[in-house]
């Protein structure tokens, strides 16, 4: 009696289903992060956007926003994105208008602080608006702060040089009342960020003076500006102003200095430049040695076929 015997046939389609169950375990997390990918780039991105609000001297505000997004944590700003600014108070709202980002993502609007809305405390409520488009969602953002001004002056006193600084609100009628007990922090501005130089704290009367620093370096003539700053505060949110004097010490009197063999300095050490010449001597060398070497290769194949 014959008895049926799948013999090798049926090794084969057992392998070859072996394989394709392997393959296709190993492409669907591909394909599934493929189609995950997919998802995502259809749908819009995260926004975030940051907004203060800074006044300065000459009785104006700055609204500075920042907008940008996120890509694996790290910061990107957005350019060409408008932003509308608008300032409410006690029921009134004041479109200021749209700004588009440059690009450093940042918008940046000047307004005078007169025509701003106010509530019965004095407070104005600034907000940054961006409206969002298919590929990004939309953020906004407000900055609630006191109309504030910081005036710097200069005066000397038995031989002595000094700082004052005033600091002046303004309530919701327009009054004007001094900035108590508040500290002050003094700036030089510098190539990259202003460098402090001191402090000074505002009386009952609004007003604080500090002993001018000697040893400042001002331009050729003496010329320095200082900054007079309040940030990050409750009730006034950011405060600039600042004031030019001629008491520093003239540029050109300092002695020059020599240049020094520092990595920071335009002048390489002397160890960096010894590497660099041992490295370019050692590539430049390996290539005459081949060189040399298909020369030498070309005239004994030239001996021995004459």
């Known amino acids: 009696m014959n008895q049926y015997n799948p013999g090798p046939m049926k090794k084969v ?3 070859r289903f072996f394989w ?15 189609n995950e990918a997919e998802t995502e780039e259809n749908e819009p991105v995260d926004t975030y956007l940051s907004f203060i609000a800074t006044y300065t001297s000459n009785d104006t505000v700055v609204l500075t926003a920042h907008l940008f997004i996120r890509r694996e944590r790290i910061p990107v700003d ?26 450093t993502g940042k918008a940046r609007c000047l307004i005078p602080t007169t025509s701003l809305p ?11 608006d961006f409206s969002g488009t298919d590929n990004y969602f939309s953020a906004s953002e ?11 002056s200069f005066y000397e006193e038995d031989s002595i040089k000094y700082i004052r600084v005033s600091g ?6 327009g009054d004007d009342a001094p900035i108590a007990n ?9 190539l990259f960020a202003p460098m402090p130089v001191g402090e000074i704290y505002l009386e009952e009367d609004g007003v604080g003076s500090m002993e001018f620093p000697m040893t400042l370096i001002g331009d050729s003539v003496g010329t320095i500006m200082i900054i007079a700053r309040i940030d990050e505060n409750d009730l006034f949110g950011y405060v600039k102003g600042g004031s030019s004097c001629n ?24 160890w960096m430049i010894i590497t660099l010449l041992i490295l370019l001597a050692g590539v430049w060398g390996h290539y005459v040695y081949a060189v040399v070497q298909l020369i030498k290769i070309k005239q004994s194949a030239k001996k021995e076929s004459a």
Do not use: C
Not at 20 to 34: G, R, V
Not at 182 to 190: A, S, Y
Not at 247 to 270: C, G, M, N, S, Y
């Open 13 to 15: 389609i057992t392998i």
């Open 20 to 34: 394709l169950t392997s393959l296709l375990f190993l492409i669907s997390p591909i394909l599934s992060a493929q």
């Open 78 to 103: 957005l350019q060409n994105a408008p932003i509308s600014f608008t300032a409410s108070g006690d029921g009134q709202q004041l479109t200021i208008g749209e700004v588009f980002t440059d690009s």
């Open 118 to 128: 106010r509530d019965k405390e004095g407070m104005v409520t600034y907000t940054a």
């Open 142 to 152: 407000v900055f609630i702060s006191k109309p504030a001004a910081l005036d710097v």
């Open 168 to 173: 002046i609100q303004t309530g919701s009628e």
């Open 182 to 190: 508040e500290t002050v922090l003094l700036f030089v501005p510098t």
């Open 247 to 270: 008491w520093a010490i003239p540029k050109h009197f300092l002695k020059q200095d020599k240049p020094t063999r520092e990595l920071w300095t335009p002048v390489a050490p002397l």
